[in-house]
């Protein structure tokens, strides 16, 4: 208990509430901007905290990290950017909610489910982080395949229009993820013979390419009513009552996959968000909804994103393994003052644990408020005369696409994804697909080589571990529920009123 | 209503242009001061590597030490790709005046054996060395081998069988994990895993893979939380702060290879200039902060001279060459496709 009020003390000194608040604005802004990650500013920052305490530098870099999360989603409602990867889901609902005139509260709802999933992910490592660390050791490459067989059932919740040209989308993303060394003989493939290429496409071009530019193009060549938008609901950045219990169960569900994933190594955010989504729209009575502005499709993706953090942090702390590039980066925060993550540390730097615990509890608050914030004030930006604004995005797209990798190189492979997407939209495919194959299929294809030369190339290695066959069988779940509810409620209910009222 | 809009737009373009004229002001300053005495103005460094990895945190480390040497500041710009390809090409086509120079680890002893570059280090002017990252190999705290010996055994009645994880191939690591197999006569199940070394120690830790090759840092924290231990470090001596550790050459097996970091400028710096960046960076490298985070990293620290430094790199060569063709990697020196 000494320890707690201790660590209490620590926190709750002026400079350190502050330390935490610049680290959230950081994060916020960077997130929200496009190209520069939360994880790029933390890598920056990282030496500037060598001259500081273990304590003082922890808490402006964990208060980036879930910041910079957060951040992503203000740009992925307002302009369909998603400021980072974790934020590409959000897009989906957050921006058509925003193109009704909601965008307040839009991003009020992102910054609540945030804030609730940023909560529970913390509460977890505070209580059950042995058990999840343990948990996530059992993860070898059979059950990330398997994981990421999951992830790309999505599809059929994020290609709701059409699951044809969903399909197709899917699969260029697939084949976008194959630039490069392959994982196995480091044999390149697609790269043209360019240097630039020979580590993969890069992420962030390719984001500010497929969403950002080819919004852009999209507003300039379209019709220009459609600029005029309504500021209706400008005053309510705090969800509705109804919004929050609408959402209530998406955002616990979203909270404990964010967190069992955030926990596992080499996952991450953004396949948190993007498994949250899927099974969010495939459990729910009429996927058909989603990716017009539901709440729920901004509910799902930002609070696993955020209970990620929580997750990420309990390998970390744990047992000193760094599960994600943040994590990898942090362990540098640590060693750079001789104490080591990992058990040792719950006996050598109890009270340096402690402040890390109740430091992210402050620093979950402190992006919440700067979410609300934005959700008041960032519509105003689309008040902005377009004249102004349209320009004002592209040279921030140019600008973020660049400084990914710092590579001029960069700007030209976001124009041409930009204008690959824009007619792609004008032919109806939609983007998000290529996303989700982009980060999936290389982890499949990495875990399902790494498998089968782990087996000696026997396939029944991912049906006889039991995680990997508890994915195998959620796939199948989640592909046939639709169709099987479906059947289930003709059957019963013959009488097509009752039905209407499922 | 069309007039007050233009009004505005006029007074928009204006201040662009002032912004313009304002940002573009440092590269007049440059005109100007480019006949003072070296250095005069910032110098940039290349980096091919991501900030937060090793090699960074080794430049956040040197730089201000060094630039208090050089009294000029030191801009680090990271050129991310292909192992240091794209920083390399970079520094390689940039003007040797000495405002322009790069890091680079042992990949630069890699790329031109696998084909990804056609020059190697003799493209550049290596003026010091930093410090080195030796290989380890590792096994899960209650594996059944007590030493690289019983584990070579075990690996020489169970060829192809037991499972090391390893970082990409053609990865510095990965080639360390080639070297020893070729000197135990042995070979392993090498399963690959994307990235640094650190995702492979992870699945060894959660007992997916027999063994895993990583540096001592990338090990140090699941050795520390008694995961996992290292059966042998691949340095010529033992590490000065975990002297515990026995190294594979004193196990009879002789492998000593590690990842090194070099600094370099463009060919064509004048000797004088290299002897100044020379200078201020050993300086740097010989102070307590330095060495403290060496230590820290769990590196080693290493001094070479611009002369011994181009010596090392060309036995580097050698060796990395052997490996990578005994290892039956693609070997296109020279070749373009």
Redesign the interface.
Known sequence: MDVLFNAMGQVFQPHMVLIILLGNFIGVVVGALPGITG??A???L??LT?SMSAAEGLMLLLGIYPGGIFGGSIAAILLNLPGDPPAVMTTLDGYPMAQKGEAGRAIGLSTTASLIGSLFGVLCLIVIAPMLAKFA?????PEFFTLCVFGLSSIAAVATKDLLTGFVACCLGLLLGEVG?D????VQRFTF?Q??L??GI?FGPLIIGLFGLAELFRQTLGPLEKLELRMKQIRKVFPSWEDMKKCSTVMLRGSIIGTIIGAL??AGATIAAIISYNVTAGMDKDPKRFGTGVPEGIAAPESANNASVGGALI?LLT?????S?IT??L??AF????I?????LFVKHLDLVYVIFIGLIVASFGFALFGFLSARFGPLVLKA?P??IIPMIAIFCLVGAYSA???VWDIGLAVFFGVAAYFMGEFGISTPPIILGYVLG?LVE?NF??SL??S?GDPSIFVTRPISLVCLLLTVVILFYPVWRKRLSKGILSDRGAMDKL | MNAR?SGR?RK?FWALLLAGILVSLPVFDECWAQKDAYPSRPITLLTGW???GGT??VL??ITPLAERQLKQQIVI???????G??SL?TLKRAKPDGYTIGITTSAINVHKF?G??DFGYEAFEPFIALNSDPGGINVKIDAPWKNLKEFIEHARKNPEKV?VAGS???SVTRLELHRLEQAAGVLF??????G?A??GV??L?????DAAIATPLES???R????VRMLGVMSEERLPHESQIPTCKEQGFDVVMATHRVLLAPKGTPPAILKILHEAFKKAAESKEYDN?VK??ASLKMYLTAEQTKEFLAKQDVLFKEVIEKAGLKLEKGKK?
């Open positions: 994880s790029m933390i890598a920056i990282l030496p060598f050791l059992s993860f070898g490459p060394m994982p196995v003989f480091s013979g240097v630039e020979q580590s890069p190594p080499g390998p047992l000193g393994i760094p599960g590039t990898a980066i362990i540098g060693m750079v003052h001789d080591y993550p990992g058990p040792l005369p004249g102004v990798r710092e590579n290389p990495e080589r790494s030369k782990l000696g | 809009i737009n928009f991501a900030a937060g960074s945190l956040s480390i710009s990271t050129k991310e790709g292909g192992s390809a794209i090409t696998l990804t570059l499972s990409n191939p053609g199940n090498v399963i690959s895993f994307k640094a650190g995702p992870t699945s830790a959660g007992g997916h893979v140090k924290a699941l520390e939380a008694g995961k985070f820290s990293q496709k």
